[in-house]
């Protein structure tokens, strides 16, 4: 590849007269800064070398490497690609994308395996530095786990997976507490192919069995029970209700977080026991770079939350570069991201963002107010955490406990702080900006999702010394190319502008699709604007050009940073059967971000005094998605408003939840409007019974 693009992106860095600080935190590995564009034409299986060699936040570089970026995609992700992965087969096409087709494709031709890259690479160079710190419930206990441990865990547990069958392609569910072993289990699949799907351990047993038979799963892997907050999770009883409807799962393995003995059956398998008997060695599989690498499930605005597929070279490339980049993040930093392995953020910066640039990660498995609202604190202070990313829904709750939480520990250590899931609100930012890092750290506000594969906007990186305005997340990743829509589907111009936002050209890190349904993945995301990524959310646009990121634009709502469609919710308590209708919308609550507030409808022979319906309809929510899904309020109305051709207004009933009954819009198109004031005295009704509101 082009010889002539390495010449002009070095020519051009140099007239951008970019310099490179040296000192003790900028070491002089930074320097080989415009060596890492130039690209080495890195022949395969030659090591890469360190990761920590470009610094576009240093001097002009950043607007700069920018610029290249998305003017010259294939000679800047080219060259880093091939810096910074360990390929097995150099990859001969950039990428091949055509985003009106919901075609991605990146390195073509290319081979590698994740699990090398995130382990071996490391283990070779220094077995023992630290790769995991496991930061169990009961604060104190931590256990470090270093790269040669985690390699050899990970090939034991790959070496099992062989053994009972799992093969290249096959699909494996991971249903687990944060824990070495779940990492070890995510990295086994990428190892020998497997494809991983890890679910959120507080899903209900029914949320795992629709996952695990939308992916057709050849096996689970489990733990007997998980622990947090003090409180003991039965996680395989859970495995084992919902694997009673999932023919495609042969085996069941189960590793052992507590000492309890759960009863085991015939699909079951004593996870330990068989690494025990295994090879401490595995060899890594090369994987096409366009291979799948795992699928998570999210929720759109439909009831069937969707597998969103990611693949192995683009999507670690990305996650590792926006690890090192946005965070600021250097070698023999302690990398402490507070979220589940069973969410996006979990995937690529609790493992594989983390685990690709040989960092220490922390696996947190409590929770910010175990055993009190000093804990996140108290474990900065204990492992000295560089980085914290964390969620402002936590963040909301613990500045209501107040300063001296977070005063009581030593927060030196801390360099960067990071938020994510969720819009962060200015006092949230204030708080976490000011009395968490004393107003040293830089605070990043990283905007992303799971189909993005990774930080696709955050304030982070930019040119040295650059402003960071408080709760937004203002500029875009290296090649990504936000642009925002108006309701005719054209791109605005200019600042100071309100729209639908889009990213407007392929990055490494995107999703490739829909597990099974690639029509809907065209649809939702490829369809609405032509040419385009469409994200679901609303943006603007400030005037210095900086982007804020304004919510959702469908029917997805976001309960304490966990993405929810109200169709799902509503999709369960339909099931009730004296409820023939109902209708959810998101409500702002003060420490979740959200709230589900759910209008039902019951038959017209149940009586309204049935005492139990409330009961029922929250057992319903719990059992068939997972506690927090369940609406905070239920109120029952007659009927729902609707318009001439019976699509439910929902608009009118978010207001009416919010309590704006005054300022209702346009209902013109209401079938008929009376309905309103019917819910609206319902309301009131309701408003004056509840303590709350
Ligand atoms: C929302 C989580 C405002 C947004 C990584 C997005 C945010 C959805 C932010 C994705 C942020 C995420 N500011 N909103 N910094 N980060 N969101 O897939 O609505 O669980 O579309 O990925 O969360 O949620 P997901």
Request: with cysteine; hydrophobic share 35%; aromatic share 10%.
């Amino acid at each position: 590849m082009a010889a002539k693009h390495k010449t002009s992106l070095w020519h051009l860095l140099c007239r951008a007269g970019v310099s490179y600080r040296q000192g003790s935190c900028y070491s002089s590995r930074y320097v080989a800064v415009p060596k890492v564009l130039q690209g080495q034409g890195q022949s395969s299986r030659v090591p890469r070398r360190d990761t920590h060699t470009l610094r576009p936040d240093v001097g002009a570089s950043y607007r700069e490497l920018y610029d290249t970026s998305v003017q010259d995609p294939d000679t800047f992700w080219g060259s880093i690609a091939r810096d910074r992965l360990l390929w097995s087969k150099a990859f001969t096409q950039v990428q091949n994308c055509d985003i009106t087709q919901g075609r991605i494709s990146w390195f073509l031709g290319g081979q590698l395996n994740v699990s090398e890259n995130c382990l071996d690479l490391h283990a070779r160079r220094n077995a023992d530095r630290v790769a995991l710190i496991w930061e169990r419930d009961e604060p104190g206990t931590e256990l470090n786990i270093t790269y040669g441990e985690l390699l050899e865990t990970t090939c034991r547990l790959a070496n099992t997976l062989k053994r009972y069958g799992v093969q290249k392609g096959d699909r494996v569910a991971i249903y687990m507490p944060v824990s070495p072993m779940a990492v070890a289990a995510m990295l086994a699949c990428a190892r020998i192919g497997a494809v991983h799907t890890v679910v959120f351990a507080g899903f209900s047993a029914e949320a795992l069995s629709g996952r695990i038979q939308d992916a057709q799963c050849k096996a689970v892997i489990t733990c007997n029970q998980g622990v947090r907050g003090g409180r003991v999770i039965e996680l395989k009883k859970t495995v084992d209700v919902a694997v009673k409807t999932c023919p495609t799962v042969r085996q069941v393995f189960v590793a052992q977080r507590t000492d309890t003995r759960v009863p085991m059956g015939r699909l079951d398998v004593q996870l330990e026991e068989e690494m025990a008997k295994e090879s401490p060695e595995c060899k890594p599989v090369p994987l096409d770079s366009e291979d799948m690498l795992f699928m998570l499930y999210t929720s759109g605005s439909t009831g069937k939350p969707k597998g969103i597929v990611h693949t192995q070279a683009g999507y670690l490339l990305y996650a590792a570069l926006t690890h090192q980049y946005v965070f600021n993040y250097q070698q023999g930093d302690v990398f402490g991201c507070v979220a589940d392995i069973g969410w996006v953020t979990g995937h690529s910066y609790v493992v594989y963002g983390p685990l690709c640039n040989g960092a220490t990660t922390v696996l947190f498995e409590s929770t910010p107010i175990y055993p009190d609202p000093g804990r996140y604190w108290e474990t900065v202070q204990r492992l000295r955490i560089n980085q914290f990313y964390g969620a402002p829904t936590a963040i909301r709750l613990l500045l209501k406990y107040g300063e001296d939480w977070v005063n009581k520990y030593d927060r030196s250590s801390l360099k960067t702080l990071g938020s994510v899931g969720e819009p962060i609100n200015h006092e949230a930012w204030e708080w976490f900006y000011n009395v968490v890092g004393e107003g040293k750290c830089p605070l990043v506000d990283t905007w992303w999702q799971t189909e993005t594969g990774g930080i696709c906007i955050s304030p982070r990186p930019s040119e040295e010394g650059a402003e960071i305005l408080p709760a937004m997340a203002m500029r875009p990743f290296f090649g990504v190319q936000p642009a925002l829509m108006d309701e005719e589907g054209n791109t605005l111009a200019g600042n100071d502008v309100n729209g639908a936002l889009c990213l407007s050209q392929p990055w490494p890190g995107m999703a490739r699709t829909i597990y099974g349904d690639h029509q809907r993945f065209v649809d939702a995301y490829f369809k609405p604007y032509p040419g385009h990524y469409f994200t679901g959310d609303g943006a603007y646009r400030s005037k210095e050009g900086y982007y804020q990121i304004t919510g959702r634009m469908d029917d997805v709502i976001n309960i304490s940073g966990h993405r929810l469609g109200t169709a799902e919710i509503e999709d369960a308590l339909d099931e009730h059967p004296d409820v023939p209708e109902t209708a959810v919308v998101g409500i702002p609550h003060d420490l979740k971000g959200e709230a589900a507030f759910a209008f039902v409808v019951l038959k017209d022979n149940v009586s309204l005094s049935h005492s139990n319906i409330h009961k029922e309809l929250k057992a319903l929510v719990s059992s068939k998605i997972a506690k927090y899904a369940v609406p905070d309020d239920f109120l029952i109305v007659k009927r729902l408003p609707k318009t001439r051709s019976g699509k439910i207004m929902r608009r009118v009933l978010r207001k009416i939840a919010m309590d704006q009954t005054g300022d209702l819009g346009d209902v013109t198109t209401l079938d008929d409007p009376s309905v309103i004031t019917e819910i609206v005295d319902v309301y009131n009704q309701y408003k004056s019974l509840s303590p709350k509101s």
